[in-house]
């Protein structure tokens, strides 16, 4: 899909969307239990849509209606084979490969090559320690045998996603366990989601010093009816608007909230006034739309980046390409990419999507300014679905091209 997008000035109040990494959370969490769950205030992107795909396919009964999921749980009597379909969603694949290994009999987890060619190898090393089958191809993962309690050793630099994921399945197995993390420890803020959630749903795991985390065997999960809290990283591309002169009001964020990408609030002001170097190890999602408002003001130095050569895209990389095309040079590092000032102009070429959800509404931020396209726009459909209509409720006219 092609969208052109305007050249305008946005006025009005939005509701911040609700937060898919908290929406995957406490869906799996629900789905873990004995019994009837609710989650409310859901918004079924395709990411969140393919964890409750999961859910189905490991024996929980899902039922939506408007923004309220119902999660009867699984029994756990699910045997012989399953097939798990991940989509696009790397916190689905990654949260679900341990809590597969809760079952018996063997699970293919499938999904996109884009998603397969992102890392997984603690999975493989941990299976490969324990004696458990692992096998990879272009679009699947599959593995088999059940997981038991012990010591798992974790890098902290790759992905909190792994430290998620083994905290969701390590509170069902008979004995406690230990995740050792090695430092440095990025996104500890997701990290701390799932403990949130967890806790949410009776379960308990807590830090025994600094890079260890306990979690005792013998737990079992305990229904619940919870709300998914407002999303700070998606609120970003709304806040942003009113660094480039806009006058929004996004509303439903919780001041109180441990999501790292709340850092926004931030990090704008710093790049309005300056060219500062802002570290986004623990806020990674952040970084197109802090690369595109560095780019409209003075510009900017930021460390922290390796991981986003892993993510949807690789963003830094996609992120210098589309800036370029605004007169902007970026030079992307092993774990650092800076943003130069430059003059700044009207793109002088379509701009392009790199099917990943926040190049596009980073992109869409900057093209309020002057006007203009971006080619795979529909690539916001994996974490808001909503995007478009709510920016065009604000006052920014919008064009939709499926052809």
Not at 114 to 142: H, M, N, W
Not at 180 to 189: G, H, K, L, Y
Not at 317 to 338: H, N, P, R, S, Y
Request: glycine content about 10%; aromatic content about 8%; charged content about 20%.
């Amino acid at each position: 899909m092609r969208v052109t997008i305007k050249k305008g000035t946005a006025h009005g109040t939005v509701a911040a969307p609700p937060s898919k990494s908290m929406a995957h959370r406490l869906l799996i969490c629900a789905g873990l239990c004995r019994g009837k769950s609710v989650i409310r205030g859901v918004e079924c992107s395709q990411d969140v849509l393919a964890t409750l795909d999961c859910l189905r396919a490991i024996g929980a009964k899902c039922e939506l209606a408007g923004d309220t999921v119902t999660v009867y749980g699984t029994d756990f009597a699910e045997s012989g084979k399953r097939t798990l379909n991940c989509r696009e969603s790397g916190s689905t694949l990654r949260f679900f490969i341990p809590i597969s290994m809760l079952f018996f009999g063997k699970t293919r987890l499938c999904g996109s090559e884009t998603l397969l060619s992102r890392p997984l190898d603690v999975y493989k090393s941990i299976c490969r320690a324990a004696g458990l089958p692992y096998k990879q191809g272009a679009d699947f993962v599959e593995v088999g045998g059940r997981l038991a309690p012990g010591n798992f050793k974790i890098p902290g630099n790759i992905s909190s996603q792994f430290i998620s994921g083994l905290l969701f399945a390590l509170p069902l197995l008979s004995g406690d366990s230990l995740i050792t993390i090695a430092p440095p420890i990025e996104s500890r803020s997701y990290i701390e989601l799932t403990l949130g959630a967890l806790k949410k749903f009776g379960v308990e795991a807590y830090w025994k010093n600094e890079r260890t985390l306990f979690v005792a065997g013998g737990q079992s999960y305990k229904c619940a009816d919870v709300t998914v809290e407002a999303d700070y990283s998606n609120a970003a591309f709304f806040s942003v608007l009113n660094s480039l002169g806009s006058e929004v009001t996004v509303t439903g964020l919780d001041p109180e909230s441990g999501q790292g990408d709340k850092a926004y609030e931030e990090f704008f002001p710093m790049l309005e006034r300056g060219t500062p170097s802002i570290n986004i190890s623990d806020c990674p999602d952040l970084g197109p739309v802090l690369f595109a408002l560095a780019a409209a003001k003075h510009g900017g130095v930021f460390t922290g980046t390796h991981r986003l050569k892993i993510k949807e895209s690789d963003r830094g990389a996609a992120m210098a390409g589309e800036l370029a095309k605004f007169g902007v040079c970026v030079t992307v590092g092993d774990d650092d990419i800076v943003v130069y000032p430059a003059k700044f102009h009207a793109p002088d070429a379509p701009l392009e999507s790199h099917n990943d959800h926040r190049i596009v509404m980073a992109l869409c931020a900057l093209l309020t300014l002057f006007g203009g396209s971006i080619n795979g726009a529909q690539a916001v459909n994996k974490s808001f679905p909503d995007y478009f209509n709510k920016l065009a409720a604000l006052g920014i006219e919008v064009e939709k091209d499926d052809a």
